[in-house]
């Protein structure tokens, strides 16, 4: 390997912008800390963990199994 590299002639990477996108999401505070505690433990970046199981949910098409409760079943509960 070099000491140094002349990186004055090079192009950045133009398909980097599809790589990934920004969005912005609101986690509550127990989500965040758990993905938080999983980075400390492996290593990876917790947003880096909360992609990889994002994707893997996307990949596998897992669907949340969420059930509504109707107004008069609250109100009885």
């Known amino acids: 390997m070099r000491k140094e590299y002349d990186f004055s002639k090079a192009r950045r990477n133009p398909y980097a912008k599809r790589l ?19 980075s400390n433990d492996t290593g990876i970046r917790y947003q880096t963990l909360i992609n990889l199981y994002l994707r893997d ?4 098409r897992k669907r949340l199994a969420v059930a509504w409760r109707s107004d008069k079943q609250k109100g009885a509960a």
């Open 57 to 60: 949910c996307a990949t596998t």
């Open 20 to 38: 990934k996108r920004q969005v912005t999401i609101r986690l509550d505070e127990r989500t965040i800390a758990y993905f938080k505690a999983l």
